[in-house]
């Protein structure tokens, strides 16, 4: 539980950061990593939970 936490304000502030790279005229070295790391994060809170069997 309190890694799905972390994850999840992990990716706001990934989130974050992306918007901020958008603003500052695209860029790229703050827009690529960020985008990287809310593709993980998306994964593993929302794809990979739905896999898990077992846990209820």
């Known amino acids: ?3 799905r936490r972390i994850r999840f304000i992990n990716m706001l502030g990934a989130i974050g950061f992306l ?3 958008i603003l ?3 860029n ?3 827009i690529i990593p960020n985008a990287f790391i809310i593709c ?3 994964y593993y809170l929302f794809i990979k ?3 898990t069997p077992g846990k209820a």
């Open 40 to 42: 993980i994060q998306f």
């Open 1 to 3: 539980q309190k890694v």
């Open 19 to 21: 918007i901020y790279g």
């Open 28 to 30: 790229f070295p703050i």
């Open 49 to 51: 939970k739905e896999q």
């Open 24 to 26: 500052l005229d695209v």
